[in-house]
């Protein structure tokens, strides 16, 4: 899978997956995690494309090589490549441009928002980018859309490396990119078991 799908799937998901998330109580979050898995494994082969060719080259060289040592160094390689797609789409996350990124923001926040009165738990890291300006944004989008326009910040940072949480009365929705990349892995978690273990995949057809 390449990093590049991974984000690229995000990007155009964010808006189901956190409309999704905006259900109320235990029981509306897990019919949306059930929509969300639909989704997901919907795309995945076009999502999994890159780490299958990765995976294939992999299994062609351990077709020339024998004894289990070897076999346990070519999952090893498989799974390496798996890992570390996800790793580069959560730096990609992180790196996005200013503008795109504060899009990606905006509309996980207007589609997991209920009442527009919940608190943002939000990276140190990002808090700035809120004080000055972003939250106002936030808020008068709100509005517009009908809602109470009074999000404010969490006194203390969150502890996830990218994205937000938004903390209301009844649920939380977790917006964190860690949390997004997870989901994504989650619902493609067959089509990645076949990269690792491609014999697997061979005996069953």
């Excluded at 995000?10 to 808006?15: D, P, S, T, W, Y």
């Excluded at 024998?66 to 890992?83: I, M, Y």
């Excluded at 964190?176 to 990269?195: D, G």
Aim: aromatic fraction near 4%; glycine fraction near 6%; charge should be negative.
């Amino acid at each position: 899978m390449g990093a590049e799908a991974i984000l690229e799937k995000i990007r155009q998901n964010a808006e189901e997956e956190a409309a999704a998330l905006r259900r109320q109580g235990e029981e509306r979050a897990a019919a949306a995690a059930e929509k969300i898995r639909a989704e997901a494994a919907a795309d995945a082969e076009a999502l999994l494309e890159s780490a299958r060719r990765s995976a294939e080259e992999l299994s062609r060289r351990e077709d020339l090589m024998t004894g289990l040592e070897a076999r346990k160094n070519a999952l090893a390689a498989r799974r390496a490549v798996v890992d570390e797609a996800f790793s580069e789409a959560h730096r990609m996350l992180l790196a996005l441009p200013a503008e795109r990124w504060e899009a990606l923001i905006s509309r996980l926040v207007l589609e997991a928002s209920e009442t527009g009165e919940e608190v943002l738990e939000v990276p140190a890291s990002d808090r700035e980018k809120y004080e000055n300006g972003l939250l106002e944004r936030l808020n008068a989008a709100l509005e517009r859309s009908g809602r109470k326009g009074k999000l404010t910040l969490a006194g203390a940072p969150g502890k996830m490396e990218g994205g937000f949480r938004l903390v209301g009365p009844v649920y939380d929705v977790d917006c964190s990119f860690e949390m997004l990349l997870s989901l994504v892995r989650e619902e493609n978690e067959r089509e990645i078991a076949r990269l690792l273990y491609p014999e697997t995949r061979a005996a069953g057809e």
